[in-house]
């Protein structure tokens, strides 16, 4: 094999993040005093940089899929993808990442957990969710995948003195670990009837091939059983709301955000890349997985006294309602969906994460030093406190309540356009009986902050830039409602830019 | 139309905009300030309504004022789309005018959190103009789905000691319903690739999907007119609503449901419409009728304009669905009236809470002898409200069971019952209220109307009595309009 920087540049960005950790981890072993906030401010940088090398590589190909290692030999070949899917979704983590990094900051530093290891196990997520963006490889999404977990596996544990967070970060590590099992089996079994791990390979062999077709839905199952942990969807949700509740709220907003992008794109890389062929199989057992998760997601969610907890079960709908566009792709004797389909999905893992990170950033926001705002009863009177926060408050819980004109509610229309469109009335159906239901915890939070007058009265002591940024991002909620077509073609252009079903 | 400017597109983001800017006022300290910005914003945001109708043209069903058509969200084909007819007209004018009416109403009755309420106000009537003036499916389910918002928190912020559980089940309520337009909607656009209603009025639909279509257009425009079995949420919303927010829900937000049955269901799916109509008179008339018994029963004033409407806006339904010129124009002009009369009927009703914080008929009686020119206005607006010849209510409810008598005698011979009911619950509780001896001391010691007062009911009274004297000016715009519309819903889209 004769090298070639070229064979680096899909993956410049993930090896300037590794390249990076190391950084971090000498110069704060050596900076003592100031470790906490070079640790802080370097691993801000470090997305920053890794944002802009990710944005220069989707200007410079626009609009490409093609793999820039066409030619067969040597072992990093075919391993990664560069495409406008990758860049998107990746630009998408690290803003997410960054976001939640700022509103986690100051709750972390009152708390004393603002040690270096933690910004390095965050940025050590963050690589292995670009991992499983640009995989292109079963291999090569799995070490995306576990790279990605363990660090999580540690952050929600990182409380180490805190009993509810180290059980949370037990239980977590505990059905992770038996997911990725599962998951690396399912991915044998491919192996075993296609005698190929490389992606594109799979996706022909399982699309020639007749034979062996018990091995390829055997392998599935267990393929779709590891997405669907990852997802935290039905049947695989429980560990949400105790990891949720458990982990720091900190983490709480680093696990429920940028991880679920990376998720999508896992189970699009995965499933839509890898076996399309095999798509009315995962499609009905994906189909299950979404009704379960959207009844089980909304009426748990309803009784629900932890604000956490409450969000963990939205959450698990949600992802429930991203399924719905994922798995209406595609449809015998229908063409032409695929495209909407999938950037329908993608649009609502992404306008997700924004307003995820939103609602834990206001729990924060709430929480004072020695004080977790964690009961929903803390939004009490919010109105009287700070009429500025109610107000963005209001924007996400009908966002994610899917009001217009909020985002919450073109990423509700669009992923149930998808559905519509694929056949699926009954499930469109009970998509929207839920969302009634779910309205109505959503609206619970309104109440308490605009009908019922505050237990206590203390002014909210959040650091400003805190303050602003959690504004940007409620406003971004709104303004994304009014025009989400910019976003909408960001997703659509992506999910063409991979040629699917033609 | 001749001129460019966008009357439609101010009389949606004046309001919103001022809204905003009445938002900005903060704190209650500058309470003043904000009362004057909402009353100048809501001024405005009428002037800008007024030559939507001395530029309409009457002489034709096609939708005026259409500047604006542009791309909103390409992805799927949706346009920022607006324009109106002889249908739509009235309502935005009415909307804006209504609004004004609101921002008095609440000037001193209002001391928490001023700028929030005007805001809420402002920006809803902004919201619900869009409605009115969309002609993109999703350009008005955005607008009609966002304008509970407002609505949700003036009830829940500023209502009465229910409130919190009033405002969550109009919230649900509503949605439930508002959901299921929204599958339609989505089907509509798979079948003819568009989200413009004006393209779905033209595109053929089977039989099979139009009765599907329809259903969801029922139970969602239903909800919101409210149709008798879903009205229960009506009552306690009303009840509980501040005096301002039983205006806009009784003048504006029913009417939300009924002209989407005039925009939706009978044109774009004509041949269902037809064939289901007669089930739709059914529940028009038990609205009529059984609703018009409850409210002889009710003893909360508020709750009987509030049954009361229930038993208008059946009517409202039975003239749309009797698919004749007749009926139509009957229902449309009942709307209109509906709305000066029921918003007159609540803010009477309000005069006599901000004095005596009851709303119980028993503790009223004999009002006549300590506030004489309330008197007069409430009696005008109670006559009105039992369709007395030279008020507005006659005009409509006449011409419906016109039209009703096309139809069939016996559904006008029901539907006549109204008269006799609706005169009988309204003028029992204006004589229980107003006439006899001074009840208790409390009445006693009731003082009349102000300026204010005066100033708003008299506006009314002269609306009700415009259109119950001369109802043409009123009824010319919605001619050329209504009669296309029934000739297209006889022809039928089926082959």
């Given at each position: 094999?004769?090298?070639?920087?070229?064979?680096?540049?899909?993956?410049?960005?993930?090896?300037?993040?590794?390249?990076?950790?190391?950084?971090?981890?000498?110069?704060?072993?050596?900076?003592?005093?100031?470790?906490?906030?070079?640790?802080?401010?370097?691993?801000?940088?470090?997305?920053?940089?890794?944002?802009?090398?990710?944005?220069?590589?989707?200007?410079?190909?626009?609009?490409?899929?093609?793999?820039?290692?066409?030619?067969?030999?040597?072992?990093?070949?075919?391993?990664?993808?560069?495409?406008?899917?990758?860049?998107?979704?990746?630009?998408?983590?690290?803003?997410?990442?960054?976001?939640?990094?700022?509103?986690?900051?100051?709750?972390?530093?009152?708390?004393?957990?603002?040690?270096?290891?933690?910004?390095?196990?965050?940025?050590?997520?963050?690589?292995?969710?670009?991992?499983?963006?640009?995989?292109?490889?079963?291999?090569?999404?799995?070490?995306?995948?576990?790279?990605?977990?363990?660090?999580?596996?540690?952050?929600?544990?990182?409380?180490?003195?805190?009993?509810?967070?180290?059980?949370?970060?037990?239980?977590?590590?505990?059905?992770?670990?038996?997911?990725?099992?599962?998951?690396?089996?399912?991915?044998?079994?491919?192996?075993?009837?296609?005698?190929?791990?490389?992606?594109?390979?799979?996706?022909?062999?399982?699309?020639?091939q007749t034979d062996k077709r018990e091995v390829l839905?055997?392998?599935?199952?267990?393929?779709?059983?590891?997405?669907?942990?990852?997802?935290?969807?039905?049947?695989?949700?429980?560990?949400?709301?105790?990891?949720?509740?458990?982990?720091?709220?900190?983490?709480?907003?680093?696990?429920?955000?940028?991880?679920?992008?990376?998720?999508?794109?896992?189970?699009?890389?995965?499933?839509?890349?890898?076996?399309?062929?095999?798509?009315?199989?995962?499609?009905?057992?994906?189909?299950?997985?979404?009704?379960?998760?959207?009844?089980?997601?909304?009426?748990?969610?309803?009784?629900?006294?932890?604000?956490?907890?409450?969000?963990?079960?939205?959450?698990?709908?949600?992802?429930?309602?991203?399924?719905?566009?994922?798995?209406?792709?595609?449809?015998?004797?229908?063409?032409?969906?695929?495209?909407?389909?999938?950037?329908?999905?993608?649009?609502?893992?992404?306008?997700?994460?924004?307003?995820?990170?939103?609602?834990?950033?206001?729990?924060?926001?709430?929480?004072?030093?020695?004080?977790?705002?964690?009961?929903?009863?803390?939004?009490?009177?919010?109105?009287?406190?700070?009429?500025?926060?109610?107000?963005?408050?209001?924007?996400?819980?009908?966002?994610?309540?899917?009001?217009?004109?909020?985002?919450?509610?073109?990423?509700?229309?669009?992923?149930?356009?998808?559905?519509?469109?694929?056949?699926?009335?009954?499930?469109?159906?009970?998509?929207?009986?839920?969302?009634?239901?779910?309205?109505?915890?959503?609206?619970?939070?309104?109440?308490?902050?605009?009908?019922?007058?505050?237990?206590?009265?203390?002014?909210?002591?959040?650091?400003?830039?805190?303050?602003?940024?959690?504004?940007?991002?409620?406003?971004?909620?709104?303004?994304?409602?009014l025009m989400p077509g910019g976003l909408l073609h960001?997703?659509?252009?992506?999910?063409?830019?991979?040629?699917?079903?033609? | 139309?001749?001129?460019?400017?966008?009357?439609?597109?101010?009389?949606?983001?004046?309001?919103?905009?001022?809204?905003?800017?009445?938002?900005?006022?903060?704190?209650?300290?500058?309470?003043?300030?904000?009362?004057?910005?909402?009353?100048?914003?809501?001024?405005?945001?009428?002037?800008?309504?007024?030559?939507?109708?001395?530029?309409?043209?009457?002489?034709?069903?096609?939708?005026?004022?259409?500047?604006?058509?542009?791309?909103?969200?390409?992805?799927?084909?949706?346009?920022?789309?607006?324009?109106?007819?002889?249908?739509?007209?009235?309502?935005?004018?009415?909307?804006?005018?209504?609004?004004?009416?609101?921002?008095?109403?609440?000037?001193?009755?209002?001391?928490?959190?001023?700028?929030?309420?005007?805001?809420?106000?402002?920006?809803?009537?902004?919201?619900?103009?869009?409605?009115?003036?969309?002609?993109?499916?999703?350009?008005?389910?955005?607008?009609?789905?966002?304008?509970?918002?407002?609505?949700?928190?003036?009830?829940?912020?500023?209502?009465?000691?229910?409130?919190?559980?009033?405002?969550?089940?109009?919230?649900?309520?509503?949605?439930?319903?508002?959901?299921?337009?929204?599958?339609?909607?989505?089907?509509?656009?798979?079948?003819?690739?568009?989200?413009?209603?004006?393209?779905?009025?033209?595109?053929?639909?089977?039989?099979?999907?139009?009765?599907?279509?329809?259903?969801?257009?029922?139970?969602?425009?239903?909800?919101?007119?409210?149709?008798?079995?879903?009205?229960?949420?009506?009552?306690?919303?009303?009840?509980?609503?501040p005096t301002g927010g039983s205006v806009v829900l009784?003048?504006?937000?029913?009417?939300?449901?009924?002209?989407?049955?005039?925009?939706?269901?009978?044109?774009?799916?004509?041949?269902?419409?037809?064939?289901?109509?007669?089930?739709?008179?059914?529940?028009?008339?038990?609205?009529?009728?059984?609703?018009?018994?409850?409210?002889?029963?009710?003893?909360?004033?508020?709750?009987?304009?509030?049954?009361?409407?229930?038993?208008?806006?059946?009517?409202?339904?039975?003239?749309?669905?009797?698919?004749?010129?007749?009926?139509?124009?009957?229902?449309?002009?009942?709307?209109?009236?509906?709305?000066?009369?029921?918003?007159?009927?609540?803010?009477?009703?309000?005069?006599?809470?901000?004095?005596?914080?009851?709303?119980?008929?028993?503790?009223?009686?004999?009002?006549?002898?300590?506030?004489?020119?309330?008197?007069?206005?409430?009696?005008?607006?109670?006559?009105?409200?039992?369709?007395?010849?030279?008020?507005?209510?006659?005009?409509?409810?006449?011409?419906?069971?016109?039209?009703?008598?096309?139809?069939?005698?016996?559904?006008?011979?029901?539907?006549?019952?109204?008269?006799?009911?609706?005169?009988?619950?309204?003028?029992?509780?204006?004589?229980?209220?107003?006439?006899?001896?001074?009840?208790?001391?409390?009445?006693?010691?009731?003082?009349?109307?102000?300026?204010?007062?005066?100033?708003?009911?008299?506006?009314?009274?002269?609306?009700?009595?415009?259109?119950?004297?001369?109802?043409?000016?009123?009824?010319?715009?919605?001619?050329?309009?209504?009669?296309?519309?029934?000739?297209?819903?006889?022809?039928?889209?089926?082959?």
């Amino acid at each position: 094999m004769n090298f070639d920087a070229n064979y680096f540049y899909p993956v410049t960005a993930e090896i300037f993040v590794a390249l990076m950790v190391l950084a971090i981890m000498l110069a704060t072993a050596f900076a003592r005093g100031i470790a906490r906030g070079l640790a802080y401010a370097l691993t801000q940088l470090t997305l920053v940089v890794a944002a802009l090398m990710t944005l220069a590589a989707l200007h410079g190909e626009p609009g490409t899929a093609t793999n820039l290692f066409a030619d067969e030999t040597g072992s990093f070949i075919n391993m990664f993808v560069q495409d406008r899917l990758g860049g998107v979704l990746k630009f998408a983590v690290y803003c997410t990442m960054m976001v939640a990094l700022l509103y986690g900051r100051d709750y972390l530093a009152a708390r004393r957990l603002d040690r270096p290891e933690f910004f390095l196990l965050a940025l050590l997520a963050t690589l292995g969710m670009m991992v499983m963006i640009t995989a292109n490889h079963l291999l090569v999404l799995y070490i995306g995948l576990e790279m990605m977990s363990l660090a999580l596996y540690a952050l929600v544990a990182f409380d180490r003195d805190s009993t509810r967070s180290t059980e949370a970060g037990m239980k977590y590590f505990v059905l992770g670990a038996v997911a990725s099992g599962l998951l690396l089996y399912g991915m044998s079994m491919i192996y075993g009837a296609t005698g190929t791990l490389d992606l594109p390979a799979v996706s022909q062999a399982v699309a020639s091939q007749t034979d062996k077709r018990e091995v390829l839905l055997f392998g599935l199952v267990f393929l779709v059983a590891g997405v669907s942990f990852k997802l935290g969807v039905v049947p695989f949700h429980m560990w949400v709301p105790d990891v949720y509740q458990g982990a720091p709220t900190a983490v709480t907003l680093i696990v429920s955000s940028a991880p679920k992008i990376a998720a999508f794109a896992f189970a699009l890389r995965l499933l839509v890349g890898g076996l399309s062929g095999l798509a009315a199989h995962w499609q009905t057992m994906l189909m299950l997985v979404a009704a379960a998760s959207i009844v089980l997601g909304n009426v748990a969610a309803l009784a629900q006294r932890n604000i956490k907890r409450m969000l963990a079960y939205s959450g698990i709908s949600h992802m429930g309602f991203m399924l719905l566009g994922l798995l209406s792709g595609i449809v015998e004797g229908k063409s032409g969906l695929t495209n909407d389909a999938y950037a329908s999905a993608m649009f609502y893992a992404i306008s997700y994460a924004l307003m995820t990170l939103a609602a834990f950033g206001m729990v924060v926001l709430l929480s004072r030093s020695g004080f977790e705002a964690e009961d929903i009863e803390d939004f009490k009177g919010l109105n009287r406190r700070s009429p500025w926060f109610a107000l963005m408050m209001l924007f996400v819980m009908f966002s994610m309540a899917g009001i217009p004109f909020f985002v919450g509610f073109f990423a509700k229309f669009a992923v149930l356009e998808a559905a519509v469109a694929a056949g699926y009335l009954w499930l469109a159906v009970l998509a929207v009986v839920m969302s009634v239901i779910g309205a109505f915890y959503y609206l619970r939070v309104v109440k308490l902050m605009y009908f019922e007058e505050p237990d206590v009265n203390a002014p909210l002591a959040a650091p400003p830039e805190l303050q602003v940024l959690l504004s940007v991002n409620g406003l971004a909620i709104a303004v994304l409602g009014l025009m989400p077509g910019g976003l909408l073609h960001a997703c659509g252009a992506a999910i063409e830019a991979l040629h699917l079903g033609s | 139309m001749m001129t460019e400017i966008p009357y439609l597109n101010l009389a949606i983001w004046v309001p919103i905009l001022g809204g905003v800017l009445v938002l900005a006022t903060g704190p209650d300290t500058h309470a003043r300030m904000a009362r004057v910005v909402a009353l100048l914003v809501a001024v405005l945001g009428f002037a800008v309504t007024v030559p939507l109708y001395t530029e309409f043209d009457a002489s034709t069903a096609a939708m005026q004022f259409v500047v604006e058509k542009r791309p909103w969200i390409e992805h799927f084909n949706i346009y920022y789309h607006l324009g109106i007819d002889g249908l739509s007209l009235w309502f935005i004018l009415l909307n804006a005018f209504v609004t004004i009416l609101v921002v008095i109403a609440g000037w001193q009755v209002i001391q928490h959190r001023v700028a929030q309420y005007m805001a809420a106000f402002l920006i809803m009537s902004g919201l619900m103009n869009g409605i009115f003036a969309a002609l993109d499916g999703v350009l008005f389910y955005v607008f009609f789905e966002a304008s509970l918002i407002p609505l949700y928190l003036v009830i829940g912020a500023w209502g009465g000691p229910n409130r919190m559980y009033a405002a969550i089940k109009f919230f649900l309520f509503t949605l439930a319903g508002s959901l299921l337009l929204l599958l339609a909607l989505l089907y509509l656009y798979n079948v003819t690739g568009s989200f413009d209603i004006l393209v779905w009025q033209r595109a053929p639909l089977a039989f099979g999907a139009q009765g599907l279509i329809f259903l969801a257009f029922l139970v969602a425009f239903g909800v919101k007119v409210p149709m008798w079995p879903v009205h229960t949420w009506l009552p306690d919303a009303h009840v509980e609503a501040p005096t301002g927010g039983s205006v806009v829900l009784a003048a504006i937000a029913l009417k939300l449901g009924a002209y989407g049955f005039v925009r939706f269901a009978l044109p774009i799916v004509p041949d269902a419409s037809l064939q289901y109509a007669p089930y739709v008179l059914a529940l028009s008339l038990v609205a009529v009728i059984y609703i018009g018994f409850v409210a002889l029963a009710q003893t909360d004033m508020k709750k009987l304009v509030a049954y009361s409407s229930i038993a208008h806006m059946g009517f409202v339904t039975l003239g749309f669905f009797l698919v004749n010129p007749l009926g139509i124009e009957g229902a449309l002009v009942q709307m209109i009236s509906h709305g000066f009369v029921s918003a007159a009927m609540f803010l009477c009703i309000g005069v006599l809470y901000d004095r005596m914080h009851s709303r119980q008929i028993s503790d009223y009686g004999g009002v006549a002898n300590t506030m004489p020119r309330f008197a007069a206005f409430f009696m005008l607006f109670a006559m009105a409200n039992c369709a007395l010849p030279g008020t507005s209510g006659f005009v409509g409810e006449f011409t419906i069971i016109l039209g009703a008598m096309k139809y069939s005698f016996w559904v006008a011979f029901l539907a006549a019952t109204t008269l006799v009911l609706g005169a009988a619950y309204t003028l029992w509780m204006y004589k229980r209220v107003v006439f006899g001896a001074v009840a208790n001391e409390r009445v006693a010691a009731l003082t009349d109307i102000g300026m204010r007062e005066f100033f708003f009911l008299a506006v009314l009274a002269i609306c009700v009595l415009a259109m119950g004297l001369y109802p043409f000016p009123f009824t010319e715009p919605m001619h050329e309009s209504v009669n296309a519309l029934v000739q297209h819903v006889i022809a039928g889209k089926l082959p």
